[in-house]
């Protein structure tokens, strides 16, 4: 079987947990507060607020309240859709500033290269915004990658744990599944993605981490793409 597309996690997988962990959600802690209070009440932010709200169950919640929620989303790494959405936003100010870049493992970086001129068809699933997303490989490390990249997919298309999310993925890329290669470091994820039909790999880039029945890499450079 050909694979025609791979789909790909970033964190733990194209980049490292402790990017995310310990620049990105740190900068996003420090700066989240001010920034929604600046911006409360611009509408693609208020729409945000709103959502928050309707999440948590309190519709008429004041920022502030709206704030500590967020802040202890951060703490808890939940991957709720509004807090996604604001923090591409807070982080956007990181990258320009040159706070930071957006961390990308060389390896990485040289096989999508490789395949995206193999004609392979590239995609980003991820938790973080799609506008985070593009953020991150528009200020990487290796400049900006967003020209590999076919399309991305947040937590709008559903969550990284359910197998409609790989389905409708499948059904967007116009592709069998089975001519699909979904990359993560999360068991949880690799195994959804098995139910929809699609191949997998488990990347396990730190020493110490939970192994499961995938094929196993600890670089992009150990996939072999006719092997499936
Ligand atoms: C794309 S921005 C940083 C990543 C992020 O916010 C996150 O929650 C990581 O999620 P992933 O699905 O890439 O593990
Ligand atoms: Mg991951």
């Known amino acids: 079987m050909t694979i025609k597309a791979i789909v790909t996690d970033i964190e733990g997988t194209t980049g490292s947990i402790s990017f995310v962990h310990e620049t990105l959600f740190p900068y996003a802690r420090t700066h989240l507060p001010d920034f929604i209070r600046e911006h409360a009440t611009q509408p693609a932010?208020?729409?945000?607020?709103?959502?928050?709200r309707q999440e948590i169950g309190q519709p008429d919640a004041n920022t502030e309240t709206v704030i500590e929620q967020l802040l202890n989303w951060i703490a808890e790494d939940k991957k709720i859709t509004p807090l996604k959405a604001l923090q591409g936003l807070v982080w956007e100010n990181g990258y320009k500033t040159e706070a930071y870049k957006g961390h990308l493992y060389p390896d990485a970086f040289q096989k999508l290269s490789d395949w995206q001129q193999q004609g392979i068809r590239l995609f980003i699933y991820s938790s973080?915004?799609?506008?985070?997303?593009?953020?991150?490989?528009?200020?990487?490390?290796?400049?900006?990658?967003?020209h590999l990249?076919?399309?991305?997919?947040?937590?709008?298309?559903?969550?990284?744990?359910?197998?409609?999310?790989?389905?409708?993925?499948?059904?967007?890329?116009?592709?069998?599944?089975?001519?699909?290669?979904?990359?993560?470091d999360v068991i949880a994820e690799l195994d959804a993605a098995q139910a929809a039909g699609l191949k997998t790999t488990h990347?396990?880039?730190?020493?110490?981490?939970?192994?499961?029945?995938?094929?196993?890499?600890s670089r992009f450079d150990q996939i072999d793409l006719t092997a499936f």
């Open 45 to 52: 932010i208020a729409e945000q607020l709103d959502a928050v």
């Open 203 to 217: 990347l396990i880039r730190e020493p110490g981490m939970e192994t499961g029945e995938h094929p196993q890499v």
């Open 149 to 184: 990249f076919e399309g991305n997919f947040d937590t709008l298309i559903g969550g990284k744990k359910d197998v409609a999310s790989y389905q409708a993925i499948a059904e967007q890329l116009d592709l069998p599944a089975q001519e699909i290669l979904f990359l993560s």
């Open 128 to 146: 973080g915004s799609v506008y985070a997303q593009k953020l991150l490989f528009g200020y990487s490390d290796f400049g900006d990658l967003n």
